[in-house]
C-alpha cells in the first residue's frame, strides 16, 4: 500500500505570495491531518479533516486554510507569506471511520516550503 | 490542558550503549502516548504507541517503552544502539478533548549515535 504522498517536496515563494500544498493520504484513509514544523516551534497542529469537513483547528491566523476533497485528497494554502512560514509542513492520514484519538496517524515526508 | 515535555535536547550514546530517551507528559485523564522518529528530510515514522492495556509497549526496531502512570512518564529505551538509529526522536499524545486525531508533540531530542 502506497504511504502519504506530498507534493510538491519542495518550494520557494516570496513574501506576500500565496501557496497550495497537496497531500493525498494512504488509500482508505478519510482523516487527513496538517502539521508545521520549525525549529523554533517545533510541531504544531494545523487543522485536520475528515470526510471533507474540518474537524479541528490549530493556533494559526486565518492566511491559513486548507480544505479535502471526496476522495480525501488534502491541500493546504497560506495566503500572503511572511518570512516566518518557512517551515515543513507535513501531512499525516489516519484510518479509523470515526477518528479518534487512539488513531494512528502516519505521516508524509512534508513539503519544505522558504519564504524569501 | 495536555503537554509533553522531552527532557534533553540531544543524547549521545556509543554504539551498543543503551537509549535512553526520556518523556513526561501532563494530562488530567489517562492519556495516548505517541513515540516518532524522524529521518533527516523526511517524515515522521511511528515507533510505538500506547492506549491501554499493558503498560510496557514495544515498537519497532528493538525499540520499547513504558507507561508509568504514578510518574507520568512515557520513557523510549532500546537495550543496544546502532549507528542507524541516529535521528531525530519525538513523544506526543493525543488531545482527548478534541477526541480527534491531534497529536501534541514535544520538542524532540537528537540522537547521536558514535562509533
Known amino acids: 500500500k502506497a504511504g502519504v504522498t506530498q507534493t510538491p517536496r519542495y518550494l520557494i515563494k516570496t513574501r506576500g505570495q500565496q501557496v497550495t500544498l497537496s497531500c493525498s493520504p494512504i488509500?482508505?484513509?478519510?482523516?487527513v491531518s496538517w502539521y508545521q514544523q520549525t525549529p523554533g516551534q517545533g510541531l504544531q497542529f494545523l487543522f485536520e479533516y475528515f470526510s471533507e469537513t474540518q474537524r479541528n483547528k490549530g493556533n494559526f491566523p486565518g492566511r491559513f486554510s486548507g480544505r479535502q476533497f471526496s476522495n480525501s485528497r488534502s491541500e493546504m494554502n497560506v495566503s500572503t507569506l511572511e518570512l516566518g512560514d518557512s517551515a515543513l509542513y507535513l501531512c499525516a492520514s489516519s484510518s479509523k471511520p470515526s477518528g479518534s484519538s487512539t488513531d494512528t496517524q502516519y505521516f508524509g515526508p512534508g513539503t519544505r516550503l522558504t519564504v524569501l | 490542558a495536555q503537554s509533553v515535555t522531552q527532557l534533553g535536547s540531544h543524547v549521545s550514546v556509543s554504539e551498543g550503549a543503551l537509549v535512553l530517551l526520556r518523556c513526561n507528559y501532563s494530562?488530567?485523564?489517562?492519556?495516548?502516548l505517541f513515540w516518532y522518529v524522524q529521518y533527516p528530510n523526511q517524515g515522521l515514522q511511528l515507533l510505538l504507541k500506547?492506549?491501554?492495556?499493558?503498560?510496557l509497549v514495544k515498537g519497532i526496531n528493538g525499540f520499547e517503552a513504558e507507561f508509568k502512570k504514578s510518574e507520568t512518564s512515557f520513557h523510549l529505551t532500546k537495550p543496544s544502539a546502532h549507528m542507524s538509529d541516529a535521528a531525530e526522536y519525538f513523544c506526543a499524545v493525543s488531545d482527548l478533548r478534541s477526541n480527534t486525531g491531534k497529536l501534541i508533540f514535544g520538542q524532540g531530542t537528537t540522537l547521536q549515535v558514535k562509533p
Open positions: 488509500s482508505g484513509h478519510r482523516s
Open positions: 494530562s488530567s485523564v489517562p492519556p495516548y
Open positions: 500506547y492506549t491501554t492495556g499493558a503498560t
